[in-house]
């Protein structure tokens, strides 16, 4: 019974491998397994040792450093040497040596792992010019072939942690990643806008140029996950915009006003210090609005348009001061064409973006307004955003009020300019 | 020439399996472990000839496929090479025939030479998909890529043939052919 109990204790406990003289069977013990790759038992093999390889492992035999055997079933198997437990040390003494039998587990499992740009790759971009790209994402990896990762990779140093091989891999993928969107981009012209749409091909591409590079040394990356190509915040921001933009019908300057008027607004709303700073812009930005205003009604219709908020650009005669009247010119004045406001009904030169008298926003010719409230709409809305009446799609002439069909520049009827 | 290797693991049975065939109870129970053991080998050969000729050969398609930024195609080839791989794990891990003292379903010897019998009959359908896999890498080498394509799709129904086939071995297994 004694020697049942002792044989039972030392068979398949793995724990107590260092030092033990007696035979037993071995295995990768739990604890040293985990994100190890590859395992070597910490003692060396003798005459019919029995080691267990499990579904997910291989095995590998060396003896007197040269690799034997891969065991790549799982199974036990009984390992020959020629060093007998007993005659090994008298074998020694005799033969002057003693022969080496070593034994090393690999996992044949996927290993899953994450990857990213260490800092952002120069990109160059049809639509943007240079670009930084961040790209990061998850793959798999896995060993396929044992006996190269030994020989070509981990060698004798005992490297048996895959953080090693996994900072490898990923210069590896970062490289074909880089490699593969730059030959996109100069052979296929695909934009930094267009990759999201392609990450599965693009995956698939890298997938398969990587093989070629990690195979020589027993690896393969199986899959990619996730995979994200980012642009930095200020041009993804500025990309957003241009979609809101278009979305809303409006251009650059509309927008930043609409934003700030917005942002007014909240700010009123969270009263406090905030409310007087945000009522604060909102007297900034109405006086600066109304001062534009004036500043066009003054120039009167020989202005130039305003480049940036409707402001103009004061001249040396209306910088300072106050210029003396002009003396009047025999010449007579050539007729101005006139505007007529809606809203008051203001007569005033032509050419105005809002009525001197009570500042409602001028229709140009053509362009469409609601026919209810009679307020400008921009291009393609559907619904007054003043009364919410919807927009009939039917052009009007405004002169002789004739129905205009969409796209044309003159009135078929009297022949004014749309 | 195919070898049935039900008889080569009879002929290298050694001295301590020949004595468990002359005890009376352990008798039947040795004969079916070595047709297990057979079919096992057989399956790992099926495995590995799906391994190198068709599963090599995709990949290898692939890879022509990333040089020359063939787009279109990537997403077939992925989907065929995760079959080939999905196929391959199937055959090489799949159920052996075990069952316990006293089981529900007692699988016996005739039904265990049936599976055998049932997985050396794939071997031709995984030659086919490996002559396909062959020509469409050829294809992809050549650079004419509408054929991979045309390949590809034929593949991946011979895959889906498969799978059904090989889902009908668990009622084989059983011996209850209910479906």
Redesign the interface.
């Given at each position: 019974m004694g020697l049942f109990s002792k044989t039972n204790k030392t068979i398949g406990s793995g724990s107590d491998i260092e030092g033990a003289d007696s035979r037993k069977g071995f295995y990768w013990v739990e604890d040293q397994k985990g994100e190890n790759v590859m395992w070597r038992l910490p003692r060396n093999i003798m005459w019919n040792d029995n080691v267990l390889v499990r579904e997910d492992e291989y095995g590998i035999f060396f003896r007197d450093g040269k690799a034997l055997v891969v065991f790549d079933r799982p199974d036990r198997y009984a390992l020959t040497t020629e060093n007998i437990p007993v005659l090994k040390s008298i074998l020694g003494t005799v033969a002057g040596n003693v022969q080496i039998g070593e034994f090393y587990w690999a996992q044949k499992r996927e290993f899953r792992d994450k990857f990213g740009t260490p800092q952002p790759l120069a990109f160059r971009d049809v639509d943007f010019g240079v670009v930084q790209l961040r790209i990061f994402g998850q793959f798999s990896y896995k060993i396929v072939d044992p006996l190269l990762l030994i020989t070509q990779f981990v060698g004798t140093k005992g490297l048996t942690k895959s953080e090693e091989i996994v900072e490898w891999l990923k210069s590896q993928v970062i490289m074909v990643l880089n490699d593969t969107l730059g030959e996109l981009k100069s052979k296929k012209q695909m934009g930094v806008l267009d990759m999201p749409a392609y990450l599965q091909e693009i995956e698939q591409l890298c997938l398969g140029k990587l093989t070629t590079e990690t195979e020589i040394y027993g690896l393969k990356i199986m899959r990619f996950a996730g995979l994200n190509i980012n642009m930095p915040e200020e041009v993804q921001e500025a990309i957003n915009k241009r979609g809101a933009m278009s979305a809303l019908g409006v251009n650059y300057i509309q927008y930043q006003s609409g934003k700030a008027i917005e942002g007014i607004g909240q700010g009123a709303a969270q009263g406090g210090e905030g409310s007087g700073f945000a009522m604060m812009g909102a007297g900034m930005g109405a006086g600066m609005s109304m001062g534009g205003m004036m500043t066009q009604s003054m120039a009167g219709g020989g202005g130039q348009p305003a480049p940036f908020g409707g402001q103009q650009a004061a001249t040396p005669q209306t910088a300072a001061v106050p210029q003396a009247p002009a003396p009047q010119t025999a010449a007579p004045k050539q007729a101005e064409p006139m505007d007529k406001c809606n809203n008051c009904g203001a007569e005033f030169s032509a050419g105005k973006k809002f009525c001197p008298d009570c500042g409602q926003k001028m229709t140009p010719a053509g362009s469409l307004t609601c026919a209810k409230c009679g307020t400008a709409l921009s291009p393609g809305a559907k619904f007054c955003p003043e009364c919410g009446t919807k927009v009939e799609t039917v052009r009007r002439c405004p002169r002789c009020d004739s129905v205009v069909p969409a796209g044309t520049k003159f009135c078929p009827e009297c022949g004014q300019k749309l | 020439m195919t070898v049935d290797l039900r008889n080569k693991v009879e002929d290298d049975r050694g001295l301590i399996k020949k004595i468990q065939l002359c005890i009376p109870g352990f008798r039947g129970y040795r004969q079916k472990e070595d047709i297990r053991l057979a079919d096992a080998l057989l399956r790992?050969q099926l495995a590995d000839e799906l391994k190198n000729n068709v599963l090599l050969p995709l990949?290898q398609t692939?890879?022509?496929?990333?040089?020359a930024?063939e787009?279109?195609l990537?997403?077939d080839?992925?989907a065929v090479i995760s079959q080939a791989k999905t196929a391959e794990a199937k055959i090489r891990?799949a159920e052996q025939g075990y069952t316990g003292v006293s089981p529900a379903n007692r699988i016996k010897k005739a039904e265990l030479n049936t599976l055998y019998e049932y997985d050396l009959a794939l071997i031709d359908g995984i030659r086919g998909l490996g002559d396909l896999a062959k020509a469409a890498f050829s294809s992809a080498d050549a650079g004419s890529f509408d054929s991979v394509k045309e390949k590809i799709r034929e593949i991946r129904s011979g895959f889906s043939e498969f799978t059904v086939m090989f889902d009908k071995r668990s009622v084989e297994i059983a011996g209850i052919g209910a479906f």
């Open positions: - | 790992q990949e692939r890879e022509s496929a990333s040089r930024l787009l279109d990537m997403n080839l992925a891990h």
